[in-house]
């Protein structure tokens, strides 16, 4: 009888644990399976010098985070390792001088997300974009300058590239890139 009433109250607790496990609605099971085995990913990349025309992708390569190791400096590709919500962003530093400048951030080699600035005759300006979308597996995110000249040091690190997963999904078809 003892035992019986430890096993009840086992399987009482692993029901408030879990209470996906309890029911038999396997929409909310395969839910649940997004959150069993959650992959981190995270980095942070940096360019130390002053980028002058088109560069596409860019380069980063002071890469001082990369967790899940998705991320490849050399080549400026960031790759997701699994579906999920992700988030990123991209900051420059505009030169001394009276030029455009216009970045992309793109999926899968489309561009989603223009970020521009101009600054007058001895200004300058920072910008920071930001981007958050629904990635399938293995889709590839950049950052690329289509024109303009930024500025940038070892010390200042004021063109970067940054990304987390947010929310990792079962393997359903992405909507919404």
Not at 51 to 80: E, Q
């Amino acid at each position: 009888m003892e035992l019986k009433a430890a096993l009840v109250v086992i399987i009482q607790l692993l029901c408030h644990i879990r209470p996906i496990l309890s029911t038999n609605d396997t929409s909310q099971v395969e839910q649940n399976m997004a959150y069993t085995g959650r992959k981190a990913v995270h980095f942070y990349a940096a360019h130390p010098s002053e980028i002058n025309g088109k560069w596409d992708p860019i380069r980063y390569t002071d890469v001082t985070l990369n967790v899940g190791f998705a991320f490849s400096g050399a080549s400026g590709i960031f790759t997701a390792p699994v579906h999920g919500i992700y988030q990123f962003f991209f900051s420059f530093q505009s030169t001394r001088s009276n030029v455009k400048n216009n970045w992309w951030l793109k999926v899968n080699d489309v561009s989603k997300v223009l970020c521009h600035s101009q600054a007058g005759q001895g200004d300058t300006v920072g910008s920071m974009c930001t981007y958050m979308a629904e990635l399938a597996q293995n889709d590839k995110v950049t950052v690329s300058q289509v024109n303009g000249q930024a500025w940038a040091t070892d010390a200042s690190r004021t063109i970067t590239f940054s990304g987390s997963l947010l929310l990792q999904k079962s393997n359903c078809p992405c909507t919404g890139i």
